[in-house]
């Protein structure tokens, strides 16, 4: 059900991923700068331009951490961003209710609620203890 609320609080985390993505890539802008590389150079000089898609598939190979966290967040947000469009943002991707309003507000690009987020964590982690 959209409520006129809901939409309002759907702009507003639309405001809040924008504004995200802009510094994201005003950090990968920075990295990339500092990295000196050829491809670096030409992914700065068509940084506009570029989807967040053709970012990380020419960035694959440059191995500077901070180039692949800023990736790493920055296809998190344009996927939340998408969602948006889609009408698809704010429902957890395991049981598909509305995720909890306070855990979008701590992270707009939240994929899970409460509980299935529980439930993930602690999976993640048995599975590393395994690995160990
Ligand atoms: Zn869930």
Redo the contacts with the bound molecule.
């Keep these: 059900m959209v409520t006129k609320q809901h939409s309002a609080q759907l702009e507003r985390f639309k405001k809040t991923l924008e504004s995200e993505h802009q510094l994201l890539i005003a950090d990968l802008a920075m990295a990339l700068t500092s990295i000196e590389t050829e491809t670096s150079r030409n992914v700065l000089a068509n940084l506009k331009a570029l989807s967040c898609d053709e970012l990380v598939e020419l960035l694959a190979d440059e191995e500077c951490p901070e180039i692949n966290r800023t990736l790493k967040r920055l296809r998190a947000v344009d996927a939340s961003l998408c969602q948006t469009e889609l009408g698809l943002y704010g429902f957890?991707?395991?049981?598909?209710?509305a995720?909890e309003l306070d855990m979008l507000q701590r992270d707009a690009t939240q994929q899970?609620?409460?509980?299935?987020?529980q439930i993930h964590r602690h999976v993640k982690k048995n599975n590393k203890r395994i690995l160990l």
Excluded: Q
């Excluded at 899970?112 to 987020?117: E, T």
């Design positions: 957890c991707a395991d049981c598909e209710k995720i899970r609620c409460y509980a299935c987020d």
